[in-house]
């Protein structure tokens, strides 16, 4: 069947507005370039991609083969000029990002674009490094058509925001994470914890995260641990994902204990029968913020998925100006690291010996009980 059909890039994704789409392209525009941007600008990140592609309807070609060629999918470099620029909290002056924006191959930076329908090498996109508090502004200008687009987002700054929890962690003296407990009649039972922030957050939409620190090695067939075997590893649990907040100073998320240990069960592998063995140790909890921005366009996605085959709507939402995508930024927040309260926290006892001895992560091969540090 015949559909129109938006040809683009984004998170590896195609636009369609029908459930089904063949090769054929019913053409309505000649060569009109869109730009889509892909682009979360992170503080906590030394180093900054922002993929800037284009969109189009490709005259008389099948859409497949189109999609396998690099000059179809990228702006000439030659004929566009992108620009980063910061708007100045203090005078609001809109100034030249300090370091310009490089165009490299995402391949030669070790990152690698799923193979699909896309050709993916050369898979380009523009390089910063460095990091700011200020509002930012993408200028896309293509010297060749005359057409400049815009995108802008607000920045996302946590260094004055900070997470607890209920019940509260210490070391000194110790109050650890139990995910177990007892209940009133003795029984043994799952424990929540509450994670919140101070204050009004720090942004317009949250993934609250977890990392699990562990150890694996190998045994012998006595069961001792096998020496220069011991490697250091850890997972990330997100606990809760695209959180918005109805008010921004309630931020508080409820953490159910089972719902870790079911993630465990999920994430490692099973090791019944082979010579590896884990040994459990510190969580780390933290809480990732992006920018409204972020947040209007993970709302559209989901509001639009099922309606064009669980993909992207036909004209999703984008602060991309005459085009698809979006700008944005982020930020991370983690616990204040404190002799007394550290960023790493213990679990209880009970939790530890759940790892081990529960019929749904025994599995896993936690050998011992206590923790490792």
Known sequence: MKLKFVFAFFVGVVLCTQYSCSNEVEVIGVWKDIPVVYGVINRQDSVHYIRVERAYLPPNQSALEVA????????????????????????????????????????????????????????????????????????????????????????????????????????????????????????????????????????????????????????????????????????????????????????????????????????????????????????EVYIDGGSASLRDYILARKANEGYTGGLYPSEPYSNIQDGYGVFATSDRVERVDRPSDPKLMRMSNLSYEYLSNSDLTRKLGFESSSPCF
């Open 68 to 283: 396998q060629i690099a000059d179809s999918l990228y702006f000439d470099p030659n004929e566009v000029d992108i620009e980063l620029y910061y708007i100045n909290n203090t005078t609001g002056d809109t100034l030249p990002w300090i370091r310009p924006l490089v165009r490299v191959n995402l391949a030669d930076e070790g990152i690698s674009r799923e193979d699909g329908i896309f050709q993916n090498n050369p898979s380009y996109a523009y390089k910063t490094t460095r990091t700011t508090g200020h509002n930012l502004l993408l200028k896309i200008d293509n010297k060749k058509t005359g057409n400049v687009f815009y995108a802008s987002s607000e920045s996302v700054r946590g260094e004055s925001t900070r997470i607890f929890t209920t019940p509260a962690y210490s070391l000194v003296p110790l109050k650890p994470i139990a995910w177990r407990g007892f209940n009133n009649q003795n029984e043994e039972v799952f424990n929540s914890l509450t994670v919140e922030m101070t204050g009004n957050g720090f942004a317009s939409i949250y993934d609250y995260k977890f990392r699990f620190h562990y150890k694996e090695y190998e045994v012998d067939n006595q069961g001792a641990q096998v020496p220069g075997t011991l490697v250091s590893k850890s997972v990330e649990w997100v606990a809760a994902s695209d959180f918005i907040p109805v008010v921004s100073n309630q931020t508080k998320q409820v953490i159910n204990g089972e719902a870790f240990y079911q993630f465990l069960e999920r994430t490692l592998s099973d090791v019944t029968g082979t010579s590896i063995r884990r040994c459990a140790g510190y969580l």
